[in-house]
T-cell receptor, first 117, second 111 residues
Framework: GAGVSQSPRYKVAKRGQDVALRCDPI?????LFWYQQALGQGPEFLTY????????KSGLPSDRFFAERPEGSVSTLKIQRTQQEDSAGYLC???????????????FGEGSRLTVL | DAKTTQPNSMESNEEEPVHLPCNHS???????IHWYRQLPSQGPEYVIH???SNVNNRMASLAIAEDRKSSTLILHRATLRDAAVYYC????????????FGQGTTLQVKP
């Protein structure tokens, strides 16, 4: 597809379950980002990849959150032992620019909405 | 990256111009001003960016104050599809895309 694709769009998990959220960035985009968005709030940065290298994971809220991008394209955000506070939208974005690209446009997917019961 | 301040909400009538303000009094000389918007149930989308000079594109115009401590996003003729949350974001040198969104301005467009 032409844009960033995320799946699933909606996920309901029971507390304690593990979930995996997938992101297919725009083909050829070097940079990939994950953001978390609580209801009624702006997105908050979680982590950043340049190709397969995870260069910044400063926004991951706990060690239950893990992201990978093993071949430098598709990325997976995994949340282990989900808690109710993990309920949020999870947005993936990609960019063709590498570090230092202060003008590089980010292209966002529609997000995955996670609800933890 | 420096912080920005935006009004929580604004209203506009359809087909009228809309001026969305943003204050960034602590902006540094190398910070770019970016605007994104987020339509309901969608991810944010890029609108426009600038450094010092005013900028125009097919979506909007960006007017930047001479001292760069504030800027205004201008939608020339608002449509119902422009109803969204608009975020004003500063990106400094070396910023890889770690954007600080803040609360943004929720724009309502009335028919």
């Amino acid at each position: 597809g032409a844009g960033v694709s995320q799946s699933p769009r909606y996920k309901v998990a029971k507390r304690g379950q593990d979930v995996a959220l997938r992101c297919d960035p725009i083909s050829g985009h070097v940079s990939l980002f994950w953001y978390q968005q609580a209801l009624g709030q702006g997105p908050e940065f979680l982590t950043y990849f340049q190709n397969e290298a995870q260069l910044d994971k400063s926004g991951l809220p706990s060690d239950r959150f893990f992201a990978e991008r093993p071949e430098g394209s598709v990325s997976t955000l995994k949340i282990q032992r989900t808690q109710q506070e993990d309920s949020a939208g999870y947005l993936c974005a990609s960019s063709s620019r590498t570090s230092g690209g202060t003008t590089g446009e980010l292209f966002f997917g529609e997000g995955s909405r996670l609800t933890v019961l | 990256d420096a912080k920005t301040t935006q009004p929580n909400s604004m209203e506009s009538n359809e087909e009228e111009p809309v001026h969305l303000p943003c204050n960034h009094s602590t902006i540094s000389g190398t910070d770019y001003i970016h605007w994104y918007r987020q339509l309901p149930s969608q991810g944010p989308e890029y609108v426009i960016h600038g450094l010092t000079s005013n900028v125009n594109n097919r979506m909007a115009s960006l007017a930047i104050a001479e001292d760069r401590k504030s800027s205004t996003l201008i939608l020339h003729r608002a449509t119902l599809r422009d109803a969204a949350v608009y975020y004003c974001i500063l990106r400094g040198l070396g910023n890889t895309g770690k954007l600080i969104f803040g609360q943004g301005t929720t724009l309502q467009v009335k028919p």
